[in-house]
């Protein structure tokens, strides 16, 4: 596809509704755009809603109303080129056991109508680094090999997009970095990825921007530098010259914690105060700073504090 004939975006969801049977509403009217050629994260806490977003754009799940459309090509009126333009990593695991890694992967690229001079299943093997069982029966594959083996099995017929619904769960940290290794060498050749991850330490290293959603609703979609930015907390931490015997209070400090006996934890908004000031309000106090260890705010906090139920 040449660039002129690209969409902006890769997905495009509109008002996206799902009720299930027996009245569930998983989906409450979201709307997202994801940027084509980006790494984007779709987060938000359990039962939020994302498998539901993803399993529609799947195909797995039928929308209760709204519109999605992928790559261009809006999923009800085009769906054989909405399906073929995306490739989706489960969270479930689920194979045919008899069938060996290889032999899954032509099967897949055959159900998808690759024709056999174009299929690159030992290639996808190798950058999943399970070519070594290629012919193994896939019932022999440890958990974190079957989820790479699904990885490869979703881009048998060369989406531009990749979805990855939860794909490290269960998995080891060496074989997360692997994983996350391939899904961005897959972004550098162009690809498209939306990811799902509880990992969201991994998720702000990864990810150009992300989308939270909770109970349904959208309620960031931001770049990652943006939705950083939100956090209102700052920490510092202050090692001081004595023994505290009481915690030093001031107008300036959120919350103190005394983490030893001469190292103290203190939190402010940096709305209402700088490090400076907190720092000057320790020493009135009497207490002589030696030390002081500044923490920038993370994902955690910012997904901690917009997903906090009221
Ligand atoms: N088939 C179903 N029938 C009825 N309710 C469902 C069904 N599938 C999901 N739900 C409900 O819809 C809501 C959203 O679920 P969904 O699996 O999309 O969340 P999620 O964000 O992917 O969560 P997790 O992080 O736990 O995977 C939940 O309340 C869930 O219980």
Redesign the pocket.
């Known amino acids: 596809m040449t660039d002129s004939a690209q969409p902006a975006a890769a997905i495009e969801i509109r008002d996206l509704t799902?009720v299930?049977?027996?009245g569930?509403k998983?989906?409450d009217s979201i709307s997202l755009s994801i940027p084509r050629g980006q790494i984007y994260g779709l987060l938000?806490?359990?039962?939020?809603?994302?498998?539901?977003?993803?399993?529609i754009l799947a195909g797995l799940?039928n929308k209760t109303s709204g519109s999605a459309r992928i790559w261009g090509f809006d999923i009800d009126a085009n769906p054989r080129n909405a399906k073929n333009s995306i490739g989706i990593v489960p969270?479930e695991i689920v194979f045919d056991p008899f069938f060996t890694p290889l032999e899954t992967l032509e099967n897949q690229a055959g159900y998808y109508g690759v024709p056999r001079d174009r299929r690159r299943s030992m290639e996808l093997l190798r950058a999943v680094h399970l070519q070594d069982k290629a012919n193994a029966y896939a019932r022999t594959l440890s958990g974190g090999m079957k989820r790479r083996l699904l990885v490869a099995k979703a881009m048998v017929h060369s989406p531009p997009i990749l979805v990855l619904?939860?794909p490290t769960a269960g998995v080891d940290v060496q074989l997360r970095q692997q994983l996350w290794a391939y899904v961005r060498e897959l972004n550098a050749m162009g690809v498209t990825i939306v990811l799902?991850t509880?990992y969201l330490e991994e998720a702000q290293q990864l990810c150009d921007r992300i989308g939270i959603?909770n109970h349904?609703r959208v309620i960031a979609d931001k770049t990652t530098r943006e939705l950083l930015s939100m956090a209102q907390e700052k920490v510092v931490q202050v090692t001081v010259d004595r023994d505290i015997a009481t915690a030093p209070e001031a107008p300036c400090f959120e919350k103190v914690e005394r983490v030893d006996e001469r190292t103290l934890t203190i939190t402010y908004l940096k709305d209402r105060a700088n490090a400076g000031q907190v720092l000057a309000a320790v020493q009135a106090s009497g207490l002589a700073i030696v030390d002081v260890v500044t923490r920038d705010p993370d994902l955690e906090d910012v997904f901690l504090h917009l997903t906090a139920d009221a």
């Open positions: 799902k299930y049977k027996g569930k998983a989906l938000g806490p359990n039962g939020a809603g994302k498998s539901t977003t993803i399993n799940v969270q619904d939860e799902t509880h959603i349904g």
